[in-house]
């Protein structure tokens, strides 16, 4: 009986971006629960919903669904990262962080006019790369910031992080390919 009531109330947003990987085209799968890639991107006052193993020559690895849960004033938020392992070693003060901000026509529930990317120190060729880029430019305005960033550690790579929720949103294969064009870039830039 508690399995059943547990399992009306879990959050399903690991199972929805299954699900629709799948209706795109994607060879992935769902991993077993539990393993070191959830700790990544995770910190104390998060969940990992789980991960998703894409099975395919794509630099996107594997996905990790982050959530926040709601409190009184304000709601619950979930992270996707897009897990791209390099197997250079990316040096700490050589680390790149880019994050899309999109501008407005009115703050808040205005339309999106255009996208601008804010890079660190290290990553200003990054940044202007993806703003030359209108598929790029697209995949922000339609599905929200991104930011990319290198990681260190236990993980030399980089990852990509969308903030949405999934039962607004979807990817559809274009936004897939887009994805994993940033990939290649930041791959590229090591």
């Known amino acids: 009986m508690f399995e059943k009531l547990k399992e009306i109330f879990r959050d399903k947003s690991r199972d929805k971006l299954y699900q629709n990987l799948l209706d795109i085209g994607l060879d992935c799968e ?38 926040k ?40 529930f205005g339309k999106v006019k255009s996208i601008v990317w804010e890079p660190n120190s290290n990553s200003k060729d990054l940044a202007d790369k993806f703003s030359r880029d209108d598929k790029i430019n697209m995949l922000s305005t339609e599905l929200g910031n991104i930011k990319i960033q290198s990681l260190h550690d236990s993980f030399s790579g980089f990852s990509i992080e969308l903030e949405f929720k999934v039962k607004d949103k979807s990817l559809n294969f274009s936004n897939w390919e887009v994805l994993n064009k940033i990939a290649d870039m930041c791959i590229e830039s090591v």
Do not use: C, M, Q
């Open 30 to 67: 769902l991993a077993k629960r539990g393993v070191n890639e959830e700790k990544l991107f995770n910190p104390w006052h998060r969940r990992s919903l789980g991960i998703i193993n894409i099975n395919s020559e794509y630099p996107i690895k594997y996905i990790n669904i982050i959530k």
């Open 69 to 108: 849960d709601g409190g009184k004033n304000n709601p619950p938020r979930w992270w996707y990262f897009f897990a791209i392992p390099s197997y250079e070693i990316i040096p700490k003060n050589g680390s790149i962080e880019v994050r899309s901000i999109r501008k407005k026509s009115t703050p808040v």
